[in-house]
């Protein structure tokens, strides 16, 4: 079953198409993070990652936590930590009880990037929730998590 939804013009919208659309809205939004180091410029997900480990600083972070933290696959999680540590911006430190498993933290590189990535992170939220109610928000949430929760009852 389609369902279609009609604006005040009566063209045709559909949900994924205009979530689409948003995305590819805060994506032409957000600064890119361009540095010093041209040639290794630093993407919108590694800032997301950033700010995650920086929130996490006191807790053992592991690669499964990002998986589960952005819902990225394994193979996706691994490329993109790798081209961080490539990059400088984080480490992978070895725990003792398992030398095959690597929490990861910040470098001192990344933890220079934090307030930056913050402060542009934030800037896009307010952009997001800009003339919306609290009732507004609240419904958005609760609706967003259904269909996540339909999309992965699909997915397993």
Known sequence: MRIIFFDEGSNEKEIGMEIRKLVNFI??????FKKEDEKYPITKMHGMIIGFLN???DEDVFQKDIEKKFSMRRSTTSKMLKSMEDKGLIERISIEKDARVKK??????????????TKEYQRIENLLIEGLTEEELDQFFKTIHKMQQNMLKDIE
């Open 55 to 57: 929130n996490a600083k």
């Open 104 to 117: 990861l933290q910040l470098s001192e590189k990344g933890q220079s990037l934090v307030e930056e990535v």
């Open 27 to 32: 994506h032409r939004n957000v600064d890119s």
